[in-house]
């Protein structure tokens, strides 16, 4: 079986009973007033440095915040340019695109209008050898008489 502890001698002032001769001392060195006082002096310093110590955390807080907040600010800036200049360059493609597109269309409309003159020159003379011809023809077939040798 193990050992087991030994017994208090002395009892403590809660276990004492209060029928008994035992005396609690409980003199404090200062008056109470004093005390109060002081321990009131001690809780407002307590309760400033608390406030300092609030009052530095949220400054921490807010430049930290307010630094985060710039960095971001930048870089949606930085994006946002770098984003508008992208654009920007797809914009001037897209219009250099559109005015060789203008200038290739009214090129072909140009060679299309000369090829309808030419076609139209090209019919005219067409008409002018046929009438030629059927005129020569007629004339031809007026000088042939049926009964006369040619020559």
């Not at 608390?50 to 949606?76: C, H, M, P």
Request: charge should be positive.
């Amino acid at each position: 079986m193990p050992a087991m502890p030994s017994r208090r001698k002395d009892p403590t002032p809660t276990e004492v009973d209060s029928d008994s001769d035992v005396e609690v001392n409980l003199d404090f060195p200062q008056k109470p007033t004093k005390s109060i006082s002081e321990a009131m002096k001690s809780i407002d310093k307590w309760k400033s440095k608390r406030s300092e110590v609030q009052k530095g955390i949220g400054k921490d807080f807010t430049d930290k915040l307010t630094a985060l907040t710039n960095k971001i600010n930048s870089y949606y800036q930085d994006e946002m340019q770098r984003v508008t200049s992208h654009d920007k360059q797809q914009l001037e493609r897209l219009i250099m695109a559109f005015e060789k597109r203008m200038d290739c269309e009214e090129k072909i409309g140009k060679q299309i209008d000369s090829l309808r003159e030419d076609c139209a020159h090209i019919a005219m003379l067409m008409d002018a050898v046929y009438t030629g011809r059927k005129e020569a023809a007629t004339q031809s077939a007026k000088a042939f008489k049926p009964g006369t040798p040619q020559k």
